[in-house]
C-alpha cells in the first residue's frame, strides 16, 4: 500500500466518524424535543385537572346555586307579570325553585357537618397532615395521628385534642 492509499483512507474513516458524531447528536437532540413536548402536553392536562377540581369546591357549589336561584325567581317574576296565562308553567319553576332551595340547604348542612370548616369560626380548611408517634418503655410502639389545620391557625387531632387555638374566636 502507497502513503497516498493509507493517507485517504484515514481521511474517510475521519470524516466518517464525524458525521456519525453529528448523525447521533441530530438523533438525541430530536428525542430530547420529544421528550420535552410530552412533559409541555402532560402540564397542560394537569392544569385543566386542576382547574376542574377547584370548580368543584364548595363555595362554587354555593354560587352556581344561587345563581340558579335568581334566575328562577327572575323567570317566576315575569310569569306573574303575564298574569293567569301561565300558572302552570309558575307552579312548576316555583316546584323547581324549592328543589335548588332544598339542594342549597343540603349542600350547607353538609359542609358545615364536615371538618372543611373551623368549628370555632368557619374559616376554611388549611390542611390535614398525618405524623407518627413513637412511645412506650422501648419506643417500640407507634401511632399514627392526623393533624387538621384551619387557615385561622386552629389545629386539632384526630382524637380531639385542640393543637393550636383559633385566631378568629373572641377571647
Known sequence: MTTEVIFYTQVVSITGFIITLFVLYRVLVQQKDAVIQLLKERLVDKDEQIAALKAQTPDVLVSILNDRIKVTQDEIGRLKDDGGIHQKEI???????????DKL??????????????????????????????????????????????QCGFSIADDGKELSRCQHQAS
Open 105 to 150: 340547604t343540603a349542600l350547607s348542612d353538609l359542609v358545615r357537618e364536615s371538618d372543611l370548616m373551623c368549628p370555632k369560626c368557619g374559616d376554611p380548611l388549611a390542611g390535614r397532615e398525618s405524623h407518627t408517634i413513637y412511645g412506650g418503655a422501648d419506643g417500640e410502639q407507634e401511632a399514627d395521628i392526623l393533624i387538621t389545620t384551619y
Open 91 to 101: 307552579n312548576l319553576k316555583e316546584d323547581e325553585l324549592r328543589g335548588i332551595q
